[in-house]
């Protein structure tokens, strides 16, 4: 399974972290690349950089508009999950939505143009309370993957971290693979 994300929209400079913020948990939780518009172009550098720390090929992608990709998407065979409060709730989609085929996650900013309901194959509330895209994104690719997106190895950190009762534990290495 190859799971994407978009994220639509971004309210200028108020959102750089949060944007940031949905591409590290992409990367940290399994999907392979993220496309947004591009308003901070130092993303890429700083997501490169944690590749090249931490380990993966997770790619950000600039795009000029959301809607060329969901249908370039849906043309490959992906389906669009559309996180929206207003949307089914995850307990009763997520058998539908898992381990099936090829993902491609929506997530907006503010208000999410209407059309984007439509091309969905699935809305999916995670919950009907609003909160937060980087929060529903976690929750969705966690239910989605069950967990197994930890078990994931990140080929070619210069740092793997060996989870420890106490303490930091931290094999080092000079180069990547
Ligand atoms: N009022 C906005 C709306 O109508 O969509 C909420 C925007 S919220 C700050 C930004 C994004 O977080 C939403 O577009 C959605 O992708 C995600 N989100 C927030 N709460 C959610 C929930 N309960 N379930 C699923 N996604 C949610």
């Known amino acids: 399974?190859?799971?994407?994300?978009?994220?639509?929209?971004?309210?200028?400079?108020?959102?750089?972290?949060?944007?940031?913020?949905?591409?590290?948990?992409?990367?940290?939780?399994?999907?392979?690349?993220i496309f947004m518009t591009e308003v901070n172009p130092e993303i890429k550098d700083t997501l490169g950089k944690i590749n090249e720390t931490w380990g993966g090929n997770f790619?950000?992608?600039?795009?000029?508009n959301w809607k060329p990709i969901i249908k370039k998407k849906k043309e490959d065979g992906f389906k669009i999950v559309h996180l929206?409060?207003?949307?089914e709730k995850i307990n009763d989609i997520q058998d539908k939505?898992?381990?099936r085929e090829n993902l491609l996650i929506v997530v907006g900013a503010e208000k999410v143009?209407?059309?984007?309901?439509?091309?969905?194959?699935?809305?999916?509330?995670?919950g009907s309370q609003p909160h937060s895209e980087i929060s529903a994104l976690a929750i969705l690719l966690d239910?989605?993957?069950e967990g197994q997106q930890f078990e994931k190895e990140f080929l070619g950190a210069k740092r793997k971290i060996i989870p420890t009762k106490?303490?930091?534990?931290?094999?080092?290495?000079?180069t990547r693979d």
């Open 1 to 33: 399974m190859v799971i994407e994300v978009v994220r639509i929209g971004q309210r200028l400079v108020r959102d750089d972290r949060v944007t940031t913020h949905v591409a590290l948990v992409s990367r940290a939780f399994g999907a392979e690349t």
């Open 97 to 99: 939505i898992r381990g």
């Open 166 to 174: 106490t303490g930091k534990n931290v094999q080092v290495k000079e």
């Open 59 to 64: 790619t950000v992608e600039f795009i000029e």
């Open 113 to 126: 143009p209407r059309e984007i309901y439509e091309l969905a194959d699935y809305n999916v509330g995670i």
């Open 84 to 87: 929206s409060m207003y949307g």
């Open 143 to 145: 239910r989605i993957q």
